[in-house]
């Protein structure tokens, strides 16, 4: 139809996401990118509350509280969507994990992704058995579709 413009694509992004985007590790320029697309309405970014929490711990982890409030507060600002977690997504992310290798909070943003028809984006590199298969496009690398 003349005139529609399409949608913007939809992404869930990830813990590791979430810290290449905070501390400019490797994939962080292409989730800054996918930051800068969601600030101007051209694409959608969620993420799931379990994954922002994983996304703290390690960044108390690693760079200490004063670097965990930066973080804390810096997300507000984005343009990421963080959704709740309901029974429904916890009995999704429970069956991603009954068949993948996967750390319980990626299978959370596995089934993000599904339930939302979004890309994933990841530095995870495991092979993933998936129905519905979904788009993951792995940080530093081309975008891929899961068989």
Same mark, same amino acid.
Request: proline share 5%; charged share 20%.
């Given at each position: 139809?003349?005139g529609k =413009?399409a949608l913007?694509?939809?992404?869930?992004?990830? +813990?590791? =996401?979430?810290?290449?985007?905070?501390?400019?590790e490797?994939?962080g320029?292409?989730?800054?990118s996918l930051v800068?697309?969601?600030g %101007?309405?051209?694409?959608?970014?969620?993420? %799931?509350v379990? /994954?922002?929490?994983?996304?703290?711990?390690w960044?108390?982890r690693?760079?200490?509280?004063?670097?965990?409030?930066?973080v @804390?507060a810096?997300m507000s600002?984005?343009p990421?969507?963080q959704l709740?977690?309901d029974?429904q997504l916890?009995?999704? @992310?429970?069956?991603v994990?009954?068949? /993948?290798?996967l750390?319980?909070a990626? %299978?959370?943003?596995?089934?993000?992704?599904?339930?939302?028809?979004?890309?994933?984006?990841t @530095?995870a590199?495991?092979?993933l058995?998936?129905?519905?298969?979904? +788009?993951i496009?792995?940080i530093g690398?081309p975008?891929?579709?899961?068989p």
């Open positions: 139809m003349p =413009s913007p694509q939809r992404y869930v992004l990830d +813990a590791y =996401s979430l810290l290449a985007y905070f501390f400019d490797p994939g320029a292409r989730v800054r800068e697309a969601g %101007c309405g051209a694409a959608e970014l969620y993420t %799931c379990i /994954n922002f929490a994983e996304t703290l711990y960044t108390q690693r760079r200490g509280s004063a670097a965990f409030a930066e @804390a810096g600002a984005l990421i969507r709740d977690i029974q916890s009995v999704d @992310a429970a069956r994990k009954a068949s /993948n290798p750390a319980l990626d %299978c959370y943003a596995v089934a993000l992704a599904v339930r939302l028809d979004a890309t994933l984006v @530095a590199s495991e092979q058995a998936l129905e519905p298969p979904i +788009a496009e792995r690398g975008a891929v579709v899961t």
